[in-house]
């Protein structure tokens, strides 16, 4: 799974990273350096509007389907099985009309190690942002009437490196294929090239402090690594 992320790209990077129409500047100012992304919590993701542009836009971490009663099912769906989100419920209508890209510059993972669990950093050796494949939903209130946008984040078997700390890894997208996945694709499109897992030549795993299990931490230590 992936319950925990860091982005630290500023939002005018983003922009001309994915390729978006201009953001408006609220926007940007919202997009500031985080390195304990946490479930429930607003993240940046980039998706295409309905002109065909791509766009940078803010949902909450956590799916609510449409059709929900409760937003607090969110809470439950940070995360969908690449191989089995088509067929499920929560995920199926996402799948078919919205796909999105979560951009990051790392994920965590935790191993476990006796007793307890050493957190780990999982990001490309260059430190360059990446993009999470993600999916996206809108959910009305049906009191207030006002809209809630949430997202999830696609996970698959691990690569060589990942599977030394966990089972299974985020979704990560090269960047020629970020606009088929963004594309409208007829019901039934089968995706299965993407869902491979990244390249491990291309990443590093770093131990970091045991200070990110708690998501009330931030700050830049976070992704200092330690000695084990």
């Not at 390729?19 to 997009?31: N, Q, W």
């Not at 006002?146 to 984040?153: P, S, V, Y």
């Not at 490196?161 to 499109?189: K, Y």
Request: glycine share 6%; net charge neutral; aromatic share 8%.
């Amino acid at each position: 799974m992936c319950g925990r992320y860091v982005l630290t790209t500023p939002g005018e990077v983003l922009a001309q990273i994915f390729a978006t129409a201009p953001p408006p500047e609220e926007l940007l100012e919202a997009i500031v350096p985080r390195y304990n992304i946490a479930p429930t919590q607003k993240v940046p993701i980039v998706r295409q509007a309905a002109s065909g542009e791509r766009e940078l836009a803010l949902a909450q971490w956590g799916l609510v389907p449409h059709w929900a009663k409760d937003p607090a099912i969110g809470n439950k769906l940070i995360n969908a099985r690449a191989e089995t989100a088509a067929e499920k419920p929560s995920f199926r209508d996402a799948m078919k009309r919205r796909r999105c890209l979560i951009p990051a510059d790392g994920f965590y993972e935790w191993q476990k190690l006796g007793k307890g669990k050493q957190p780990w950093l999982l990001r490309m050796k260059d430190a360059r942002p990446f993009a999470f494949a993600g999916l996206w939903s809108q959910w009305k209130n049906p009191e207030s009437g006002a809209n809630l946008e949430t997202c999830a984040i696609l996970t698959t078997t691990p690569n060589e490196l990942t599977a030394t700390v966990h089972d299974r890894m985020p979704v990560i997208l090269e960047a020629s294929t970020w606009q088929r996945w963004l594309d409208d694709a007829p019901p039934g499109t089968p995706f299965t090239e993407l869902f491979l897992s990244y390249s491990a030549a291309d990443m590093e795993a770093l131990p970091v402090s045991k200070r990110v299990n708690s998501p009330a931490n931030e700050g830049p230590d976070l992704i200092e690594p330690v000695q084990m």
